[in-house]
Each structure stands twice: as C-alpha cells, then as structure tokens.
C-alpha cells in the first residue's frame, strides 16, 4: 500500500496528458498529488512544493526543454520519471548522466504509471547509493594519505618505526577525542608552516 504522505509532482504543460499521470497514480493510491502546467519558475515551485517524486512529459521536446530538464534533473536530487514521445540515443544518454531515474519513451499509459513510479524510486536509491559509497571511498583514501604522511614526518622527526608513529597518532587523537585522520592532517599542515 502506497504511503499517504508521499507527494508527487507532476509536470507537463498539456494538462490532458498530465491527467493521465494523475489517474494512474490516484488508482495505485497515492492522494498527494500535486501538477504544474507553468514551467516559467520550475526549480522555484520545486523547491516550495518539495516533492518526494517528480512526473515530468516533454511530449515531443527541442534540445533546449531537453537541456533544461536535465539541468533540473540534476539539481532536483529526487527520483524523477520521465516521459517522452521518441528519443535518440543522445538524449538518452543525457538523461542517464543527469540523473533520471527512469526515461520512457512513448509509454504514457495510465496503467503504466505505478511500476514506473517504483522503478524510478529505486534505481534512484541505488543510484545515490553507490554515489554515497563512491564518496565515503574517496574520503577514506584520502584520509589514508594524510595519515601516511603525517607517519613520515613523525618517523623522520622523532626517528621511530611507523607502527610508533600511527600509535603516537592514535593515542593523541584519543586524548584529543578527535579522528586520527583530523590529527593526522593538524601535524601536516603544521609541519609545512615549518618548512
């Protein structure tokens, strides 16, 4: 059963079709559905309406409605369908690198609209998911190389092993209740205000 506090935005200049999204979402349960056929400040009713999914039918669009749903798709950070009635592989690539989640071409059927709405949400969390994992990945790495070099500078000024360096380090970043890689990154920063 959808949850009711789950709100839709749907947006399509022709109200006939945005109709057909409402339907097929209104049959599937969900009640908080909220249209825009005014797309002159799109990013700003985004903003205020802050749905948890975006509808958005271009119907047949130029490069230009292209380009500015994609421009939207990346900053809206939300699971966002969208229709069109034929495509290339260009725009379809564009999609993809925008954001949206899930990009369909000459399939605005009522009946259609659920299972869209479900892929869109989780191909948008695995998305973010492995985005997230990308990003604590890069951050741990570099952690691992202020930490190295932080080793060196002990190793080099106090002449100890590395195992005595990195315990030096842990044990000051426990008296100092901080990370190791933050104390790490202190002594670097310091060690170059002194060369």
């Known amino acids: 059963m959808p949850d009711e506090r789950f709100k839709i935005l749907v947006i399509d200049e022709n109200r006939i079709r945005a109709s057909i999204i409402e339907d097929g979402l209104k049959e599937a349960g969900y009640g908080d559905v909220v249209t825009i056929t005014e797309v002159g400040r799109l990013m700003r009713d985004i903003v205020e309406i802050d749905p948890d999914v975006i509808f958005i ?3 047949n669009p130029n490069r230009d409605r292209l380009e500015a749903a994609f421009q939207m798709s990346k900053a809206a950070r939300r699971p966002i369908a969208m229709f069109v009635d034929s495509s290339d592989a260009d725009s379809i690539g564009a999609a993809v690198d925008a954001g949206v989640s899930a990009y369909v071409v000459d399939g605005l059927r009522k009946e259609r609209v659920k299972p869209i709405l479900d892929l869109a949400i989780l191909r948008f969390n695995a998305f973010y998911r492995l ?21 060196g500078i002990l190793m080099k ?15 000051t970043a426990m008296r100092q209740n901080r990370k190791i890689a933050d104390v ?5 920063l310091a060690a170059g205000l002194l060369d």
Do not use: F, H, P
């Open 57 to 59: 039918d271009l119907g």
């Open 157 to 171: 000024s106090k002449a100890i092993s590395e195992d005595d360096a990195y315990a030096l380090l842990r044990k």
């Open 131 to 151: 985005q997230r994992e990308l990003e604590e990945t890069r951050t741990a790495l570099a952690e691992r190389k202020v930490i190295d070099r932080a080793k």
């Open 184 to 188: 790490a990154e202190s002594l670097v």
